[in-house]
């Protein structure tokens, strides 16, 4: 375990949860009325902490993402076929363990996708912006990159990146233990995204597959 990128990881889990706060900087200068916002100006808000976030992550790893990508030259269609893959098995097992859940518990669905669902109505555009091109970096270097720098061991690395994931997607959104058994679907999907850095010893096929996943999701359920 390497002590120095642990205390690291520990400051950019604090920042991850608590950069919306900088949400109150719009909510001043525009001067917002926060029992009353609507649905365009909450995506706004949350676009504009996670814009905040990404900036910030961009130039803590501004050297490594350059590493990565010139490590992916020349390599790219074996690492995208090698990831997808994965990706595949991820999918696979995310579904399976929604449906599991949701039958045996008779629950409808996790509620940050409901959530999510409502901001995508309310504005489609930023939330595109938000959860295609945004989350998926911030999210990829928050749950892979401090956990890979952290955890030399890569089964523990995949183990603990998975989980955290899984559980970061429920945990301020579950009000029963029922719901808070959707932390199962997102880590299968968080654990594909592992296992694929883990192979290519690289973030940026987890980022490429996380923008692809989520982009469509924002698709489809716009059009639907």
Not at 58 to 87: A, M
Not at 102 to 112: D, K, M, V
Not at 213 to 219: A, D, E, K, P, R
């Amino acid at each position: 375990m390497n002590f120095k990128n642990l205390i690291k990881l520990i400051l950019i889990f604090i920042l991850f949860y608590f950069i919306k706060y900088v949400q109150y900087i719009p909510v001043y200068l525009f001067n917002m009325d926060l029992s009353n916002l609507s649905g365009e100006e909450e995506v706004f808000l949350n676009l504009f902490s996670n814009l905040c976030l990404l900036l910030i992550l961009l130039f803590i790893y501004r050297k490594d993402l350059v590493k990565y990508y010139n490590k992916l030259k020349g390599k790219r269609l074996i690492t995208f076929n090698s990831s997808l893959k994965y990706y595949i098995l991820g999918i696979f097992l995310m579904i399976i363990s929604n449906v599991v859940i949701t039958i045996l518990f008779r629950g409808g669905g996790a509620n940050n996708e409901k959530t999510v669902q409502e901001m995508i109505t309310a504005s489609p555009i930023l939330m595109f912006i938000n959860a295609a091109l945004i989350a998926p970096v911030t999210e990829e270097l928050t749950f892979r990159k401090t956990y890979m720098d952290a955890f030399p061991d890569k089964e523990l690395f995949v183990t603990l990146s998975a989980l955290m994931f899984g559980l970061a997607h429920v945990i301020s959104s579950s009000s029963t233990i029922f719901e808070f058994l959707y932390f199962i679907p997102y880590s299968c999907l968080g654990l594909a995204f592992a296992l694929m850095d883990k192979e290519s010893d690289n973030v940026l096929p987890s980022i490429f597959f996380h923008m692809m996943h989520n982009g469509l999701l924002t698709i489809l359920s716009s059009i639907i």
